[in-house]
């Protein structure tokens, strides 16, 4: 192996100040947490081992994850959850650095599998095993450079599924990376999916990305990102009358920060309304755009109340890859969204009947009157757009998508048996 750790994991470990010093396990040892359970068995496989006609799939994850702190996890968490409903059985391969209390897994609707971080990469013996005693026949990656480090660790009797959130190599290039650093990541792109068996996409944007990185048409798969739709409480807007205007996302991320830049410096300036920036990260970005009409939340753990009190939505992109699942969010909860062509990349042509659409950010201040003054307008994206999500990207539906992919998956390990 020609590293330990994937860059994001060392970028987190060297600037988290708040992870723990100490391990829930030892080396060598599993702690499994069964679905559903408030028992805990050290080091057995197979007290989970039942259930053999299911189809099984773990996920394998590094980083902060319970309790919920990022829009990637809960994405995660909303498509294990349609999975579950479906039948299949799913396993969470998850790192352990103590960054969460592990009691918070217990009555999940998956399975936990707790491996401490020495052996995470490295240990093939005890991955395989797990694997095996567990009958999992896919193991789900998110993360190109986690695939091309621990695909050596799995047994032949799994296949790997690589689920490519964004095409990095493009997105960096857009974010102005280095030359050099562009086709290093585009080098981890190619190897990962060169190390996988089957791949799955968001949108066909990316679809056509990863082929030209050289993926095969037969193992590539397009699927829907979808939330969780009655997770969200719809209400219903005609007059708006709170003042507040949303923007939603994890602000460590690059077309996140710069979104809010242009909410902060082209549209709160001009629009007597306050603007609320919600999502963990990056405190600079408060103490650069300090203003009386903006204001940062950071996490909200409780979306359902902070969306009671909002009026409009703004997703101004000018970046970013796969799919804006805050939009989707946003027309759950019938909040009016304004956001450019990028916002919906990855989404249904259609979904721009339900919202507007304005590339140039000097027009966001008439739009966001307009808005205030258009009661009918209003109630007609409001009630449109959860219909809309309701139908075209609740994970109930979406969850087909991936488990076609999946089957693609079982079919090679029957050719192989």
């Not at 050290?42 to 990022?70: C, E, M, W, Y």
């Not at 990469?121 to 095993?129: E, H, P, R």
Request: a positive charge.
């Amino acid at each position: 192996m020609t590293k330990k750790l994937p860059l994001w994991i060392e970028e987190i470990l060297q600037n988290d100040s708040n992870k723990k010093e100490f391990d829930l396990t030892t080396p060598g040892q599993i702690v499994v947490i069964p679905k559903n359970s408030r028992k805990i068995f050290f080091g057995n496989l197979d007290q989970t081992k039942q259930n053999n006609q299911k189809i099984k799939v773990a996920f394998f994850r590094d980083g902060p994850f319970l309790p919920v702190s990022t829009g990637a996890v809960t994405s995660i968490l909303g498509m294990i959850n349609a999975l579950s409903k479906k039948n299949i059985e799913v396993y969470l391969f998850y790192c352990y650095r103590g960054w969460s209390d592990f009691n918070l897994y217990k009555e999940q609707n998956f399975h936990t599998v707790f491996i401490d971080p020495k052996d995470f990469y490295t240990n093939k013996k005890l991955i395989s095993t797990a694997i095996n005693s567990l009958g999992i026949q896919i193991c789900h990656f998110d993360s190109a450079e986690a695939i091309n480090i621990q695909h050596q660790l799995l047994p032949s009797s799994c296949k790997l599924l690589f689920e490519v959130h964004n095409v990095e190599n493009e997105l960096i290039k857009q974010l102005g990376a280095h030359p050099q650093e562009i086709e290093r990541i585009k080098e981890e792109e190619k190897q990962a999916i060169q190390n996988s068996d089957t791949v799955i996409v968001r949108s066909k944007e990316n679809y056509d990305s990863i082929l030209n990185l050289g993926c095969s048409k037969d193992k590539l798969f397009i699927y829907r990102g979808g939330i969780t739709v009655d997770n969200i409480k719809f209400k219903k807007r005609h007059h708006l009358t709170n003042n507040n205007v949303l923007f939603l996302g994890h602000l460590n991320y690059t077309p996140n920060q710069q979104a809010v830049d242009i909410i902060a410096t082209q549209i709160s300036p001009k629009v007597n309304k306050n603007f609320l920036i919600a999502g963990k990260g990056s405190p600079f970005l408060q103490r650069k755009y300090s203003s009386p009409n903006i204001k940062f939340l950071g996490w909200v753990d409780d979306l359902n109340h902070l969306f009671n009190q909002v009026d409009i939505a703004l997703a101004p992109l000018i970046t970013g890859s796969g799919t804006r699942l805050k939009i989707l969010d946003y027309m759950a909860a019938g909040i009016p969204v304004i956001g450019t062509d990028l916002s919906v990349e990855g989404l249904e042509l259609d979904i721009k009947k339900y919202m507007i659409v304005e590339n140039d950010f000097s027009k966001y201040p008439n739009a966001i009157e307009t808005l205030y003054n258009d009661t009918s307008l209003v109630t007609r994206l409001s009630v449109s757009a959860r219909k809309y999500v309701s139908k075209e990207r609740n994970w109930s539906n979406c969850i087909e998508d991936v488990l076609i992919a999946y089957k693609h998956s079982l079919s090679l390990l029957k050719q192989r048996v």
